[in-house]
């Protein structure tokens, strides 16, 4: 597996945590009591922190060998050698 296809991973499961994260925010607006919604806040709570650590490795991995390949100067002549 490549740190490119490793990145792909990531971003699936950031995109499942975000879908969690939306659900229990849904069900936090249509909670019945405050007690209910201050549950389903604390639970969307850590996933939240869970989402954006995933979602920036993902993009880390994805650009990774973007950021270390060394960049080449102007290229050189083919034939090295001294004409005499």
């Known amino acids: 597996m490549t740190l490119y296809e490793l990145s792909l991973e990531y971003a699936q499961t950031a995109a499942d945590l975000r879908r969690r994260i939306v659900e229990l925010e849904r069900a936090g607006k249509e909670a019945g009591s405050d007690q209910l919604r201050l549950q389903l806040e604390g639970r969307a ?3 939240r922190s869970m989402y954006r650590d995933v979602r920036a490795v993902a ?6 060998y973007d950021k270390h390949t060394p960049k080449r100067g102007p290229a050189a002549p083919a034939d090295h ?3 005499t």
Not at 59 to 64: M, N, T
């Open 81 to 83: 050698r001294r004409r």
């Open 45 to 47: 709570r850590p996933l």
């Open 59 to 64: 993009r880390h991995l994805e650009h990774y």
